[in-house]
């Protein structure tokens, strides 16, 4: 009998959606689980396909924090703008919540990029939009603004810069009604 674990289930979803390595490093091991519900009730389970429509509104983030102490990022992307074949303007950053406490109450966080639902382009195919959960080094980190522009956000010198480790990941497909 072979036994799969949640860890393996992450790994075998990541790999499959082509997330892992490119995005997410291979052998990740997250050490929480990121449970993301839209209002309309649609739940991100890794890589399941939400309408835009359904998830244009932000959703409601929990997770168990792996270290009560300490801080969180969580940033959204979607590599694939404009299109999985041609993303040249990815990852276009969605969204970027900082200093989100242990209690993962997102009221008491920072917002440096508000959310933004996923709007993909008519004929451009499947998009992945990546949630990306980090441990921050310390309490009450300070970020630099972020560009206006959303488009080419290049996250891992965020990533890199501000000394964030990874803790979890969760992903969901969308696609333009029009495809």
Known sequence: MVLI???MNIANALKKAE???NIVP??????TL???????????ALGNFIKPSDSAETPNISFVAPDSDAQYTLLLIDPDAPSKQDP????????????????ADFMAANQLTSYM??????????????????KQPSTNSNFNAL?????????????????????????FVSRNDDN
């Not at 560009?147 to 501000?162: E, I, L, P, T």
């Open 5 to 7: 674990t949640a860890d």
């Open 19 to 21: 997330i892992s390595p």
């Open 26 to 31: 291979e052998g990740f091991s997250p050490s």
């Open 34 to 44: 990121l449970s993301i519900k839209y209002p309309k009730g649609e739940d991100v």
């Open 88 to 103: 040249k303007w990815g990852p276009y950053r969605h969204w970027v919540v900082v200093n989100i406490p242990g209690s």
């Open 117 to 134: 639902g996923p709007a993909p382009p008519p004929k451009t195919g499947d998009h992945r939009y990546i949630f990306l959960l980090y």
């Open 147 to 171: 560009s206006q522009d959303a488009s080419c956000f290049d996250y891992k010198s965020f990533v890199q810069q501000n000394g964030l480790e990874l803790v979890s990941v969760n992903f």
